[in-house]
């Protein structure tokens, strides 16, 4: 069935650090892919997507790309700040006639300053 | 424009109770989705509705149950609650018929079994 595996946490790193998370799946068929991020008391809210092979998502400077040979969807931002400090998780949907998406279990990311 | 509104935030159930937890999507969203987010699983969909149908199950028994109104409201139950049922139940809504949309979640009910 698919399925997401992520990168274990926690992860802590100090402020401009590079950060990485990585995120592989296994999908029937074509499968959109997500990441969604959890800031300390607020709900889950969707960072950023990609919906075929090769597409870049991006958003507050926050970059993924949807690589199909390795099945990866890795997360990566260039310089963190103490506000990225939050819970990431992974997602693919692959079904045609729902919105049934499967997450990994999260990566916990606290940035020191 | 109101986000999606759970209720209640937070219960506590003993063994054996049953629950029901509600949810109000996003003004026009016609889908709304279940799933359970524990430490150690992370978030396991429930099952989705869309126009009063259930669109999606997932692996999850029949004690899980859930429904949708006419005005895309969803409720959830839970019959003879197990301990490990304690979990934060997240609901989320999205305006898409397909798997290239977002989902919209609200904060969750935050369910403990006793």
């Known amino acids: 069935g698919d399925s997401v595996t992520q990168m274990e946490g926690p992860v802590t790193l100090s402020e401009e650090a590079f950060l990485t998370i990585n995120c592989t799946y296994t999908a029937t068929g074509y499968p959109s892919l997500f990441w969604y991020v959890q800031y300390p008391g607020e709900g889950l809210q969707l960072l950023l997507k990609a919906t075929k092979a090769d597409d870049k998502g991006s958003n507050k400077g926050f970059e993924a790309t949807y690589r199909k040979e390795t099945t990866s969807f890795h997360l990566e931002k260039g310089s963190v700040q103490v506000s990225d400090s939050a819970v990431y998780f992974c997602a693919l949907s692959s079904t045609d006639t729902g919105n049934q998406f499967y997450f990994g279990t999260g990566t916990s990311l606290t940035v020191i300053p | ?114």
């Not at chain 2, 026009?28 to 699983?41: E, I």
């Not at chain 2, 019959?79 to 969750?108: M, R």
């Open chain 2, 1 to 114: 424009k109101a986000g999606v509104t759970q209720t209640p935030r937070y219960l506590i159930k003993t063994r054996g109770q049953q629950v029901t937890l509600s949810c109000s999507p996003i003004s026009g969203h016609r889908s709304v989705s279940w799933y359970q987010q524990t430490p150690g699983q992370g978030l396991q969909f429930l099952f989705e509705y869309f126009s009063e149908t259930q669109r999606n199950k997932g692996n999850f028994p029949g004690r899980f149950s859930g429904r949708q109104f006419s005005n895309s409201r969803s409720e959830m139950n839970v019959s003879t609650l197990e301990l490990g049922d304690s979990a934060l139940y997240l609901c989320a809504s999205s305006p898409h018929t397909v798997n290239t949309g977002e989902l919209f979640f609200g904060e969750g009910s935050r369910l403990t079994v006793l």
